[in-house]
DNA sequence: TCTGGGGTCCTAGGACCC
DNA sequence: TCTGGGGTCCTAGGACCC
């Protein structure tokens, strides 16, 4: 069989390269780029956090996810840009565009990164690196931001590719003969699927570099580490061969919401009003997929940090609000210890497809129906008329939106597999 | 560095069944 | 019968990704 021929496009710091490019084309004569700044949450309401930041931090020593707060005290004069997630989309998907000229087989990992199978394409556009770069060109020439490719034979190893060595806007091979040399050398940490956990473990074991680990017996890593073990093993050996996937959308296996509450919250009632709000978000979107759930999760993260979450599998797969509510009330009761509370979630899978709802023998099907009719009217007006438009009247006079969370529809989900 | 919000998958233990 | 073993379901928690 002919190998395959992988790209894997990934933006460099997206969401400040995407705001750069968005402020130089409304006119601004400063570009964000060249200067110390950050994409990151409000502080205020305790989400204060760097979700992106430009080059310039680094002398700063200023990290990603960490505090607004002491990034400040690192650089007095950084500036600071709340996240606009409806431009970023819109960015990913023209970069998208882009990309399906030179092959319909792409797969959107996250709102930044895509693979792309070119083997089909390699007899009508010709070279991949030739490709590759006139993408990334055309990219940076046509959005105002810049991309690094990995090129390779498998996803992982053009993943790596592209984030494991010199950026920005390059473009770099990854191929199996150039694994021992380009690969191995790089830290444990850097491989994909390692992450804090993983690696103090690996390094017990005397394991330092990707080559390090390539070279255990699998047996043993497998051993310590289980299936996960076995498999960033084959990652280290660069072995992988899943197929670039149009797209998961229709394969999501949950919907869930969650929020960082401004303050601390000790009163049931004012958990039970965040928990409204967040029901009411995943509730919709679960509609709007067109799936009903059959397990609800509810999560609590206390003000030190620890978490508890509880979940029930349901009789009988529902998508209403009221329903999913009166469990997760339920669940959120059973994990409560009474302390006080950072952070809630709620969270639906076990997904079927809604159109075969079965009534139970102790609900009137009629009325069942009207509660969807119901469901489905307070939707419809949200969509016309957007998600404030209509209120529950415990949510009136409280600080908690009528909805809180949700994503854009046709949002690129990943998995942490790839 | 005192840590957002959206996901997926894996594992271990207990309940329950035959 | 107080004792086996295997299978499945459910739940809580942990690990990873961007």
């Known amino acids: 069989m002919k190998d395959r021929i992988i790209f894997h496009i990934d933006c460099n ?20 780029r060249t200067i110390p700044s950050v994409v990151g949450g409000d502080p205020k309401t305790r989400r204060g956090i ?24 690192k650089c007095p004069s950084l500036l600071i840009v709340k996240p606009n997630y ?37 007899q009508i556009f010709g070279d991949p690196i030739t490709v590759a770069n006139t993408i990334r060109e055309r990219i940076k020439n046509e959005l105002g931001f810049t991309v690094n490719i990995g090129v390779s034979n498998n996803k992982l190893l053009a ?16 191929w199996p003969h150039e694994v021992k040399e380009k690969f191995w050398p790089l830290p ?32 043993l890593v497998k051993l310590r580490l289980k299936s996960h073990g076995l498999m960033i093993w084959q990652y280290a050996n660069g072995i992988e061969d899943s197929v670039v996937r149009k797209s998961n959308y229709m394969t999501i296996k949950g919907i869930g919401n969650s929020t960082t509450i401004p303050f601390d919250v000790d009163e049931k009632d004012m958990a039970y009003k ?26 609590i993260k206390y003000s ?44 639906v899978s076990n997904l079927i497809p809604n159109d075969n709802i079965q009534y139970t023998l102790f609900e009137d099907p009629a009325d069942l129906e009207r509660k969807r009719k119901l469901d489905a009217t307070i939707d419809n007006i949200r969509n016309l008329y957007g998600g404030s438009s209509i209120y529950r009247s415990t949510l009136l006079h409280s600080p908690v ?16 597999l790839i």
């Not at 409304?26 to 964000?32: F, R, W």
Request: glycine share 6%; hydrophobic share 35%.
């Open 13 to 32: 710091s997206a969401y400040l390269s995407f705001e750069a490019a968005n402020r130089l084309r409304l006119g601004h004569t400063l570009d964000i």
């Open 188 to 219: 444990i940490g850097e491989l994909f699927m390692v992450g804090r956990a993983t690696e103090p473990k690996l390094k017990k074991m005397g394991i330092e570099t990707i080559g390090d680990l390539a070279r255990m017996d699998p047996e």
């Open 159 to 174: 993943k790596m590719g592209s984030d494991n060595f010199e950026k920005p806007d390059k473009t770099h091979t990854l």
């Open 304 to 347: 030190d940090f620890s978490r508890v979450q509880h979940q029930k599998k349901l009789f009988n797969a529902t998508d209403l609000t009221n329903e999913i509510y009166f469990y997760t009330r339920f669940l959120f009761d059973e994990a409560w210890n009474g302390d006080a509370i950072r952070h809630l979630g709620i969270r």
């Open 50 to 73: 760097i979700l992106a930041k430009s080059n310039m931090c680094k002398q700063y020593k200023i990290q990603t996810g960490e505090t607004l707060y002491t990034a400040l005290a």
């Open 274 to 299: 965040y928990l409204l709000s967040l029901t009411e978000s995943v509730a919709s979107r679960l509609r709007s997929s067109k799936h009903l759930c059959q397990v609800i999760q509810v999560s």
């Open 86 to 122: 409806k431009l970023y989309m819109k960015c990913s998907d023209a970069m998208c565009d882009i990309i399906r000229e030179y092959s319909s087989q792409i797969q959107r990992f996250s709102i930044d990164e895509v693979f792309v199978d070119y083997t089909e394409s390699e």
């Open 401 to 416: 939106k009528p909805m809180t969370g949700g994503v854009e529809e046709s949002y690129p989900l990943m998995t942490s």
